[in-house]
């Protein structure tokens, strides 16, 4: 077979081929990552705040079938809903596993998080005192 003839066969078969070898993630696998709460906060805000119900749809039932695995005619915006917060609460769980989560206090009146108290660092004190209670020497002065 001449050189041609290869190449026309070799192109053929490329025209032809209609199976590829392309990477999928198995729905059992169960896949370990790391993201920081920043990135899980804006996600959260992003589901609570702005997801965007469709039409004239009262927020509560649209949620409340969404998330409620024997309704069996979902519609494909509480499908996609399901799937957004089953990602939500799987980082949740993570969390408290690896014990990252912390308990604050939320006002709702301000719909907002009150900063914790920190409590005072004793070596950022303006006295002139030693870190223990040893009396100052003869050297520092005492006010």
Do not use: C, W
């Not at 809903?81 to 989560?101: C, D, I």
């Not at 009146?109 to 920190?118: A, D, G, L």
């Amino acid at each position: 077979m001449s050189e041609e003839s290869l190449n026309a066969a070799e192109e053929s078969s490329k025209e032809k081929q209609t199976v590829f070898d392309i990477e999928i993630i198995p729905p059992e696998a169960m896949i370990k990552t790391q993201i920081s709460g920043l990135f899980y906060a804006r996600f959260n805000q992003y589901l609570i705040n702005y997801y965007k119900l469709p039409g004239d749809v009262n927020p509560e039932e649209f949620v409340k079938r969404a998330m409620n695995p024997d309704t069996p005619d979902k519609t494909e915006d509480e499908f996609h809903y399901e799937t957004l917060m089953g990602f939500l609460v799987g980082l949740e769980q993570e969390a408290r596993e690896q014990k990252l989560t912390k308990i604050v206090k939320y006002d709702t009146k301000t719909n907002s998080v009150i900063p914790e108290e920190t409590q005072p660092d004793p070596q950022a004190s303006s006295d002139n005192q030693s870190p223990d209670s040893t009396p100052p020497s003869n050297n520092q002065q005492t006010t």
